[in-house]
């Protein structure tokens, strides 16, 4: 071997020998909210309205609603928040496959024909030179070594990002399914208020006629006739807002779905009973939260994104070093790919960019963005914790205060029926029985508001508790995830 290629041969291999991937490792903070123990109990505890039973991934079919079921199905297959969750989830797919494409070898082919008149002191020559018609081509191929990790960290970090990525699209699975449940148990509230209020309504009716019968026959006066008729009138007034309340209910669902109102699934917008599920609400545990919620995947996934990042910026401080190759020709047309005009060359090339002007900035703006995430993170499980405890404990108001209003409404019922009764005996007037029947009613559209806030608790619980999706996580995500 040449001296020369010797010592290129040993100053290459030197330069191998010395490769490391520059930055931190990403391993999961030991610090991290997600790791403390006093978020990973169990959330049911005392409270005997749920069980600590795992949340199951297509909680919406617990209410045994067919209508519904496919409300969610179609939703699934149409919403424009999930099309975008997907291309965002193809973009970072891309965007892994350009990271793993970069380094290693490239190639390049290159040609050109020119007629030149070159300048003859270009050649050291006094005399003009004459014009020519000149070509060339070549072949190029080099290896660009990952001395610093460069490409590994660029690896790492869009693996991650696109973890995240998936993560995104679970989310908004999540809350598409919820805000389904959610318009289609708005539709069904307001068709049920609304006829209980029109069974209030006709019973007011009923009180204006009997006030002024009892004006006609001198047994009243125009200010009982009066106020009869302004309660009928305001409680006419309030119909509205139960169409209202049913309609927009069509066309929130009539947008989750990517359709026109009228063609929902049949008997969607005549629904008048409220979506029940027949048991207690399934919660789990703390710990099983964290591993479950795709915000908090998200938010660790963005971690291990930046922490790889610090590498890339690192790396970026030192030279970049490839071995190449070329073979080619050029000259005169008429001599081109003759033995005057071949040439060949192969060698290693350094190239390196000082790091001034804010290089090694970024490499602590890395750092800092890092510090930035891990944050992010920490306070993404805090607030997950934060609100389920807030859904159960309101979940849990609802439903008391619906029992209160079950015991109200057997009251009310009662006192309804025995002043019935008693009017039939003629021991009390047909306005006591009007005004008992009215009490009654009016309990009635109350217990029925209780229902909808009960059944919209519900919704916010099961959102909370991240359930919705039933895609498997990342396996780097579980690796990342899986020792707290």
């Not at 027949?278 to 930046?306: F, M």
């Amino acid at each position: 071997m040449k001296p020369v290629l010797r010592g290129a041969s040993l100053g290459l291999a030197l330069v191998l020998s010395a490769c490391q991937v520059m930055g931190p490792d990403y391993h999961l903070p030991q610090k991290a909210a997600v790791n403390r123990t006093d978020l990973q109990g169990d959330l049911a505890g005392a409270n005997h309205d749920v069980v600590s039973a795992p949340v199951p991934d297509d909680w919406w079919r617990l209410y045994n609603d067919p209508r519904l079921n496919t409300l969610v199905q179609q939703a699934m297959a149409a919403n424009t928040d999930l099309r975008v969750a997907t291309a965002n989830i193809a973009r970072a797919q891309n965007q892994l496959e350009l990271a793993q494409a970069q380094g290693g070898f490239s190639t390049s082919v290159s040609g050109e024909v020119q007629r030149v008149q070159e300048a003859g002191q270009a050649f050291l020559l006094t005399e003009k030179v004459p014009v020519g018609n000149i070509g060339s081509f070549s072949i190029k191929t080099a290896y660009q070594f990952d001395m610093w990790g460069v490409f590994q960290r660029g690896v790492e970090a869009a693996t991650a990002n696109a973890d995240a990525a998936q993560a995104a699209a679970d989310l908004a699975r999540i809350t598409v399914v919820a805000n389904v449940v959610r318009a289609y148990t708005q539709v069904c509230a307001a068709n049920e208020e609304r006829e209980i209020a029109m069974q209030s309504l006709d019973l007011q009716q009923q009180g204006v006629s009997l006030a002024q019968r009892l004006r006609d026959a001198g047994r009243g006066d125009e200010t009982q006739v009066t106020r009869t008729q302004t309660q009928y009138k305001s409680l006419r007034a309030e119909l509205p807002q139960y169409e209202a309340e049913r309609q927009a209910g069509i066309n929130q669902l009539a947008m989750l779905l990517a359709k026109p109102a009228n063609q929902l699934p049949a008997g969607t917008d005549g629904c008048a009973q409220l979506p029940q599920i027949g048991q207690l609400l399934p919660v789990g545990d703390g710990a099983t939260l964290l591993k479950r919620r795709p915000d908090i995947r998200q938010a660790e996934r963005k971690l291990a994104a930046a922490t790889a990042d610090i590498g890339v910026a690192t790396g970026q401080l030192y030279p970049d070093i490839s071995f190449g190759a070329t073979v080619g020709t050029v000259g005169l047309l008429d001599d081109l790919v003759g033995p005057t005009t071949n040439r060949w060359a192969f060698g290693p090339l350094v190239n390196w960019t000082i790091p001034t002007n804010g290089a090694r900035a970024r490499v602590r703006m890395a750092e800092s963005s890092t510090q930035a995430a891990l944050a992010s993170f920490d306070g993404t499980v805090l607030n997950a914790i934060r609100e389920t405890q807030t859904a159960l404990a309101n979940y849990t108001a609802a439903l008391q205060r619906r029992e209160a209003l079950v015991d109200t409404d057997r009251s009310a019922h009662d006192a309804a029926d025995q002043t019935h009764r008693f009017y039939l005996a003629g021991r009390q007037s047909f306005l006591e029985d009007l005004q008992a029947t009215r009490t009654y009613t009016n309990v009635r559209a109350q217990l029925a508001a209780a229902n909808t806030q009960v059944a919209m608790q519900q919704i916010n619980l099961f959102l909370a508790l991240g359930g919705g999706w039933e895609q498997a996580q990342p396996q780097q995500a579980r690796a990342n995830t899986g020792g707290r």
